[in-house]
């Protein structure tokens, strides 16, 4: 079983920087996708920032791009969101999230099935203040 932990998340003021981690566990070598979902409290959906399948391709929301790098750490325990430039307008609550992708479709495959049956930790809060 895939057990997702967030942490990281904080308040901030515009422009400035956080870095969110995933300790993700159960997960296999050949895992699937690993991504952050995020999505204003009170929705019932979000959308995905950034994935990452385990052939290597990463993948990130226009919204994002240039702003936010998704990494992953050596043993491949922890995932890493770096998100520079936050803006106020955008979504606080963000989510670490894994699916299989047991037909190999691909991290832009991920973007959709992270969403609709991905699993997710609780979430961690990020608060960009104007």
């Known amino acids: 079983e895939v057990q997702l932990v967030e942490s990281g998340g904080g308040s901030v003021q515009t422009g400035g920087s956080l870095r969110l981690s995933c300790a993700a566990s159960g997960v296999e070598h050949r895992y699937g996708c690993l991504g952050w979902i995020r999505q204003a409290e009170g929705t019932n959906r979000g959308e995905v920032v950034a994935?990452?399948?385990?052939?290597?391709?990463?993948v990130y929301d226009d919204s994002v791009k240039d702003r936010f790098t998704l990494s992953r750490d050596n043993s491949g325990g922890i995932l890493y969101l770096q998100m520079d430039s936050l803006k106020p307008e955008e979504p606080d609550m963000y989510f670490c999230?894994?699916?299989?992708?047991?037909?190999?479709?691909?991290?832009?495959?991920?973007?959709?099935?992270?969403?609709?049956?991905?699993?997710r930790g609780q979430g961690t809060r990020v608060t960009v203040s104007s």
């Open positions: 994935v990452m399948h385990d052939d290597g391709e990463v």
């Open positions: 999230a894994h699916d299989s992708d047991r037909n190999r479709k691909g991290a832009r495959w991920c973007r959709i099935s992270l969403l609709d049956c991905g699993s």
